[in-house]
């Protein structure tokens, strides 16, 4: 039970911002958000995480709201290497739970 | 730094065989994860190792499936009597100790087996 749900897919123009969603209604107070990445063919890529504070890295930035129900990852400018699919992961413990993603295009 | 190696890359096989999969991780990682990834699918969770503890094996989808994590180092995965709805990419993934900092360490992921079942 992967414990949250995402768009199945989204475009994006390059150069633009990138706002992927996820609900995960049902998270609880020890519960780590997370996101990775999967490029075509390769394994996942750790992008951010966060609990309850906005976190922001060098690759994105993470909001997750007041309530902690929702969260969105934005990819400030995104490039056409940044195509892949976007897993959003409730982690209250050492396994992480995939579900499906969000597969993001960036077009020219 | 080597990354996580996972050998052998693709492996073909026939109906009824064992394979054994192989992961190195990353050195010093005392956290290591096996997943499977079937065509166009999200990651299965099959099996964790963390340190000298018993394996989180609640992942696992039959009997057939097992694991083993040599010196706290090498781990192999190993299919028994393998089924057609084996075939997938399997994926291992190492992490550091928990540092004491939010959250959880990051898994690194290798670049995966493809096993594919005739």
């Known amino acids: 039970d992967a414990k949250t749900t995402q768009p199945t897919s989204m475009d994006c123009a390059e150069g633009r911002a990138a706002n992927l969603p996820c609900n995960h209604s049902t998270i609880s107070g020890n519960e780590y958000v997370y996101w990775y990445r999967q490029i075509h063919s390769q394994g996942p890529q750790y992008i951010i995480h966060g609990l309850k504070n906005n976190e922001t890295n060098e690759m994105a930035s993470l909001i997750i709201t007041e309530d902690r129900k929702s969260s969105t990852l934005i990819l400030p400018h995104a490039t056409l290497r940044d195509t892949a699919v976007y897993y959003c992961?409730?982690?209250?413990?050492?396994?992480?739970?995939f579900g499906a993603g969000t597969r993001l295009t960036v077009k020219p | 730094g080597a990354g996580v190696s996972q050998s052998p890359s693709n492996k073909v096989t026939e109906k009824g065989k064992d394979v054994e999969l192989r992961c190195d991780p990353i050195?010093?990682?005392?956290?290591l994860y096996w997943y499977r990834q079937s065509l166009g699918q999200g990651l299965e969770f099959l099996i964790y190792?963390?340190?000298?503890?018993?394996?989180?094996k609640s992942g696992l989808p039959s009997d057939r499936f097992s694991a083993e994590r040599t010196g706290g180092s090498v781990s192999t995965l190993t299919i028994q009597r393998t089924q057609q709805e084996d075939s997938a990419v399997y994926l291992c993934?190492?992490?550091?100790?928990?540092?004491?900092?939010?959250?959880?360490?990051?898994?690194?992921f290798g670049p995966g087996t493809r096993l594919t079942v005739l």
């Open positions: 992961i409730v982690r209250g413990n050492n396994d992480m739970r």
């Open positions: 993934a190492s992490s550091s100790p928990r540092s004491g900092g939010g959250g959880y360490n990051e898994q690194f």
């Open positions: 190792f963390q340190g000298n503890s018993a394996p989180d």
């Open positions: 050195s010093g990682h005392t956290a």
